[in-house]
């Protein structure tokens, strides 16, 4: 706490509304989208890895969460202060840092993919920064964001390899999906088992996030094996298509995913009245549209663009 009162003095103005979009750099948003457009229109091999890795990552982070259950630094100290416009997305218990270590996996397998040195000096910087950046606006402390860069790095190099061989092994592939589909049913079920147990009022807020945080990742886990197996045996899609139809198709394809992640929300919620169960289903088909849906579109895509020519 003592480093986190002194970048508590060192606030200003200008550094929160820049740590803040720093640290928006490791949101879902960000990750959902820089994981699509890689997947869609860059290295499908490298977008399916860093999905599963991400993922895999997402599932641990909620476990030790969950195990743990250290509060957020302004309920551990009432007397210390965040930056209020961090307060929304930090949600969930504190140890360790989801920010930090899903941006450290999503950055981390792009590290290992390229080979350009300056690209990956940036890309270090990146995890860098949104890790302090959660140190900075209160809502992490450094255990937090050390443990989750140490996850983080330690799933970029092994797991990682991992999921790239499920895609050349197809008994790899089988493994790793329903291994993935039973450590989020299981997260669901520990989660729950916390949450009951929980007392005091921002325990029971911190570990019914947790509870619905778990039962997103287990919707995401149900479509993948689905989304996996139809593009092994049906759509096989080809990334390939003119520079502007690429952009054309990222740009279009990134809006109806968070139309659909926005748009559906309110949909699920009038259907379904359990909050994790509602986010479950609409991972789900939000999974299914980007892994399945959407590249069976891409032929479309291609044809458009040779229709019209490079521009």
Known sequence: MEILRLLEKCRTPVLDRLFSMITFLGDEVIILGVAFVIFWCLDKRLGYSMMYS???GVIMNLF????FQIPRPWVRDPMFTIVESARAAATGYSF???????STVLFGSLFRAVKRKGLRILLIAV???IGFSRMYLGVHTPADVLTSWVIGALLVAFVFPLLRRAET????GLFVNIGFVMAAALLVLFSERTFASAVGAESVKFAADG???AYTILGVSLAFPIVWYVDLRVLKFDLKA???AQIMKCLVGVALVYAIRIGLKPVMASFIRHEGAAS???YFLLALFGGMAWPGTFRFWARFGEKYGSL
């Open 127 to 129: 995890i860098f920064l």
């Open 242 to 244: 003119e520079w502007w």
């Open 169 to 172: 092994d197809r008994r790899v």
């Open 54 to 56: 991400v993922m895999v």
């Open 211 to 213: 509870v619905k945080h």
């Open 64 to 67: 030790l969460k969950a195990l």
């Open 96 to 102: 360790p840092s989801g920010h930090t270590q899903n």
């Open 280 to 282: 479950a289903v609409r």
